[in-house]
């Protein structure tokens, strides 16, 4: 029996089509963009209205919802585990959707921040258990494809969301936006409860106790080759984190874009739905590591350029845009190729290793990149140097996690299913 056939009979029997299953997946994981990006056009007036003078403050909104993300993705994989990947999941998304319709009502900053770090713990379900689900039933490059073709459809969120919030912000004013986030929200998971399957292998339930959770976060964190993936994925993702803390700031601020804003953040995000596509094109031809650690090279001599040209004045918009374009298609090839590699070994602990590693990047992706936004100081320099610092940092994580290769197919251990390994 080959490799393949033995994975299909591990796979449960999946009432809906493989592009019905990715496209839930793909849609569980867009609440999480579509709860920062579609409220980066309402921030200012947030601030106004609240009584927040402080410009960077008002960024505590997206901080906020990263930090009750972060808290909880350390106790869904386990869950997910024990319980299977439909209950919590579905539990998470009415977390969300409450958390949501409750920030119509707020009545101060300090309570829409409470209600955002709510929400953020509800959407850590979705972060988690979509991870899960791809993995159960996909391993190695085929995961990666399959990751690949919900990031391109992840990406619409950002497309369009940022419209979408402009367009309420011009019949409405910013309460609206939650009540369009709870309603997107609920959609979702109605379409999940009626549709998605349990996907969870039986015999790949695990016990909630002390010893089996710390027998899990050793098997993740003692993986170089997870952990190794991992922590470069939480440098990238910091890149990207800093860039949405910032995005009003440089596109508003700085290039006086207006309502043209939206249109150039959408364009961008469009940019990288089309690498996330063509990473599924050639992922299994090329193989994970060439793509990804080429894309890794190239994100950071783009994003040196984009830092040194910075140094001796104000970069025009046109090679802003230039340069950032080309860093963020480059994002597109790394981030769905790293996870694919840092959860092939695990196969058998999906949940509790999509936690950890999910915990990782967010907490450290948005420590890091809180950082770069509230280093914000008029000019595009230190969030270059931020993209810059990640790159450079990333790359140390994959020369680490390889022992100093690069470009390097894996060898026939690494390419058999985690599944089978179990």
């Known amino acids: 029996m080959d490799t ?50 402080n410009e960077n403050h008002r960024q505590y909104v997206i901080s906020a919802y990263f930090g009750g ?30 958390a949501a319709a409750g920030a119509v009502f707020a009545p101060s900053f300090e309570m829409l921040l409470l209600l955002r770090f709510i929400q953020g713990i509800g959407a850590a379900s979705t972060r988690v258990i979509a991870v899960s689900m791809v993995r159960d039933r996909f391993g190695g490059r085929a995961m990666a494809e399959v990751m690949s073709l919900i990031f391109m459809v992840f ?20 309460h609206m936006i939650f009540m369009v986030m709870a309603v997107i929200a609920t959609a979702i998971a109605l379409w999940t409860f009626i549709r998605m399957p349990e996907t969870q292998h039986p015999e790949d339930r695990r016990q909630i106790d002390l010893g089996s959770i710390a027998q899990g976060f050793g098997i993740v964190l003692s993986n170089r080759l997870s952990l190794g993936y991992t922590l470069a994925s939480t440098s990238v993702f910091a890149a990207l984190f800093g860039f949405i803390n910032s995005a009003p700031q440089v596109y508003i ?5 207006g309502y043209w804003f939206p249109v150039l953040f959408a364009a961008i995000a469009g940019m990288m739905a089309v690498s996330s596509f063509l990473n599924s094109r050639l992922v299994m031809r090329l193989g ?3 793509l990804s650690h080429g894309a890794l090279i190239g994100f950071t001599i783009v994003s040196t350029i984009w830092f040194v040209l910075s140094l001796f004045g104000p970069v025009p918009l046109p090679l802003f845009v230039l340069l950032f374009a080309l860093a963020m298609f480059q994002f597109g090839w790394i981030g769905s190729n790293f996870n694919a590699i840092a959860m092939e070994p695990l196969g058998h602990i999906a ?3 999509a936690s950890i590693q999910g915990f990782i990047q967010t907490l450290g992706g948005g420590l890091i990149g809180a950082g770069i936004g509230q280093a914000f100081d008029g000019t595009v320099t230190p969030l270059a140097a931020g993209f810059c610092g990640v790159g450079l940092m990333g ?28």
């Not at 024990?82 to 919590?88: A, L, S």
């Not at 990406?155 to 910013?174: R, T």
């Not at 601020?253 to 874009?257: D, S, T, V």
């Not at 996690?401 to 058999?416: C, D, H, I, S, W």
Request: proline share 6%.
């Open 69 to 98: 993300l972060a808290a909880a993705l350390i106790f869904f994989g386990p869950l997910s585990d024990r319980f299977g990947r439909r209950k919590p999941l579905l539990v998470g998304l009415v977390i969300y959707i409450c």
């Open 253 to 257: 601020g700085i290039y006086q874009l």
């Open 395 to 422: 790359l140390v994580f994959v020369l680490i996690a390889e022992r100093g290769k690069l470009f390097t197919a894996p060898n026939a251990q690494q390419t058999v299913s985690a599944d089978l390994s179990h």
């Open 288 to 290: 994970m590591r060439r």
């Open 351 to 353: 949940g509790t290793a």
């Open 155 to 174: 990406m619409v969120i950002p497309v369009v969301a940022p419209s979408i919030g402009q367009l309420v912000m011009i019949f409405a004013n910013w």
């Open 4 to 53: 393949q056939t033995q994975q299909d009979a591990r796979q449960p029997a999946f009432a809906i089509p493989r592009w019905e299953f990715i496209t839930i997946c793909a849609a569980l994981m867009a609440l999480n963009a579509l709860a920062i990006d579609i409220m980066l056009p309402g921030l200012q007036e947030i601030g106004s209205t609240l009584g927040v003078a």
